[in-house]
Every structure is written in structure tokens, then in C-alpha cells.
């Protein structure tokens, strides 16, 4: 049955491991949708450079009872008010949400790294697999067939007597036994094959083309120190856990910045309800910061930027002594 399935696949996608690499960041599902999150982190940072809306409002008469009218807009004794408002951000309020946007999308750029080399790893290690396989399971299908014809001899031989009958039972034992093994080498095969047509989102089946230098490249020595550095300096969760802290820091900035008042630009047109008719009047408005200093925010985030300088020595610490331990 399985020599069957190897078989019917007809369709064959032979790629080196620097192709599958290509293919695979062009095709893969998962990178696709992680980079669709670092998209829409970076609209956020747009948005986060945008200034307030003004605030147009407009008033017109309902009832005059001096004139019994209604809806007394038009003429001298009319009355009706435009108004319009413009908040405007103080203290740098624009400059620290950006911050916080632009730390996000670094987040976002990080995950998508990470998410790479996890599958990037799994898509070198499943290609070798399979590459090894396929010879594996040319090495049994020949031992398989070379048993079978001496079972098959045996059996002529035991027919006529010149050898005892134990002895083709013993190589039938063999083959069944090889054919177990080579059943279940091919169900690990099939199940590579199709974590590989997931991995690079193909229909086909996949025969890698490795080369020596591709083994190589896993088996390169290096110094502990020299391995301790570019992890220390490459390591996604690292990298991670140091951006944390970043955000954390660009957070604590942001509500520091909004314990400062904001003002409000305001402009009106007034027909006749103000002190002159026709009046046009200007005027500035400010929240007091009496009651809310923002203080409970802004203590939070001194938690919160605490909590990311534990956890990002906590990781270097624990990538450290693995490291070492491993070594």
C-alpha cells in the first residue's frame, strides 16, 4: 500500500535547501499573516502623527416668542451662532504616542523574526529528514525484494527437501519483520512529505536536493564565547524582551506627558444673543489639574517598566546558563 502511495505521486517539486528558503518566505501561510500584523502596527504609527479634528458646531433659533416664529434665522433680528474648536496636544503628547507606536511595530517585526527561524528550523530539519528517507526507503525496497526472492528460493528448496522447512520460516520471520520497518519508515516519510507541502504551501511532491555544504554549515565549531556573543546579540526572545523594556519606557513617558493640560482654540459667531449684534468672539480653554494628575497611570507603568527589566535579565540570564549547560 505505501510503495503504492510513493508511487501514484507523480507531480515532483525538486528544490535545494536555498530554494525551499526562497519559496518558503514568498509562500508560507503563517509568514504571511504575521506580516500583515507588522502592517497594520505601522498604520497605527500614521495615526499616532495625525493632529486633533476641529470641532464645528453650529445653533439656530427653534422659537422667537417676541415674534411668535419659528426657526427665526434670516433677517436682523435673527438669531443663529457658529462656533468652531481646535484642541491643541501640549507637552509633547504626539512625539510620546509615536514612540509608543514605532516600539510596537519593532514588537511586531521581532515576532515575525522569531516566527521565521522557528519554521525556518523546521522546514531545514523536515528537508533533511526526507532527503535521508527517500534514500532509506530505496535501500529497503531493494533489501525487501532480495529477501523475497530467497523466501522464494527456500520454498524450492524446502519443497524438495534438500533444506529444512525451519529455515524458510525464519526468513519469512526476516522479511516480515523488514517489512514492518520499511512500512513504518514510509509512514514517518509521508507525514515529512507533508509538513514540507504545508511548510511551502505546495501540492507536489517535495524531493530536496542537499549537498554536503549544506551539512556543513550545522556543523561548524565554534568558541563558547564567540557562540555566547552573536546569541546574546541575535537571539529573537532577547531581542524581545530588551524592546519590552523599550515600550515599557516609551509608555511611562506617554503618561508622564499627559498630566500636562491640553488648550482648547475657540472661535464664534454670535448674530444676536452676545453684548453686539454680529459679535465675533475668540477664546482659550484649559482643563486645571486640580484632581487628576495622572498619577495611578503613571505609577503603573513604573510597575510595568520594572516588571520588563526583571524579565529581560531573566532571559539573558536563563539564555546564559543554557548555553553553558548545553555546552
Known amino acids: 500500500f505505501f510503495s503504492v502511495a510513493l508511487q501514484a505521486q507523480n507531480s515532483h517539486l525538486q528544490i535545494t535547501l536555498k530554494q525551499a528558503d526562497s519559496l518558503f518566505m514568498t509562500r508560507n501561510f503563517k509568514l504571511l499573516a504575521q506580516n500583515f500584523e507588522i502592517q497594520a502596527a505601522k498604520a497605527l504609527e500614521i495615526q499616532a502623527k495625525v493632529y486633533p479634528n476641529p470641532n464645528v458646531s453650529f445653533e439656530f433659533n427653534v422659537y422667537d416668542p417676541d415674534n411668535n416664529k419659528y426657526f427665526h434665522t434670516s433677517g436682523t433680528n435673527a438669531q443663529k451662532v457658529f462656533k468652531i474648536e481646535q484642541l491643541i496636544l501640549l507637552g509633547g503628547k504626539r512625539k510620546a504616542e509615536l514612540a509608543v507606536a ?11 523574526e522569531k516566527l521565521i527561524l522557528e519554521l525556518q528550523k523546521k522546514l531545514h530539519h523536515t528537508m533533511a529528514q526526507v532527503f535521508e528517507q527517500q534514500k532509506l526507503v530505496d535501500v529497503y525496497n531493494n533489501q525487501y525484494q532480495l529477501v523475497q526472492n530467497l523466501v522464494t528460493e527456500y520454498e524450492k528448496q524446502a519443497s524438495k527437501g534438500n533444506i529444512a522447512l525451519k529455515e524458510v520460516v525464519r526468513l519469512k520471520g526476516a522479511l516480515l519483520q523488514l517489512n514492518t520497518t520499511r512500512s ?3 509512514t514517518d516519510y509521508l507525514e515529512n512529505q507533508e509538513n514540507l507541502q504545508v511548510l511551502l504551501r505546495s501540492n507536489d511532491d517535495v524531493k530536496p536536493l542537499l549537498t554536503e555544504a549544506d551539512y556543513q554549515n550545522y556543523i561548524k565549531l565554534v568558541s563558547l564565547s564567540d557562540l555566547q556573543n552573536k546569541i546574546l546579540q541575535y537571539n529573537p526572545e532577547l531581542k524581545e524582551a530588551q524592546e519590552q523594556t523599550v515600550l515599557a519606557q516609551a509608555i511611562l513617558y506617554n503618561e508622564k506627558k499627559q498630566r500636562i493640560p491640553n488648550i482648547t482654540l475657540m472661535a464664534n459667531y ?7 449684534a454680529n459679535e465675533i468672539n475668540g477664546g482659550i480653554a484649559m482643563d486645571l489639574p486640580f484632581f487628576n494628575r495622572n498619577k ?3 505609577k503603573a507603568a513604573k510597575y510595568k517598566l520594572d516588571q520588563a527589566n526583571t524579565n529581560n535579565e531573566a532571559v539573558k ?9 548545553q555546552w
Open 184 to 186: 513504518e519508515l514510509i
Open 317 to 325: 540570564q536563563s539564555i546564559v546558563l543554557s548555553l553553558q549547560k
Open 102 to 112: 514605532k516600539s510596537n511595530t519593532k514588537l511586531a517585526e521581532i515576532e515575525f
Open 296 to 298: 495611578g497611570n503613571i
Open 270 to 276: 454670535d448674530q444676536n444673543s452676545g453684548a453686539y
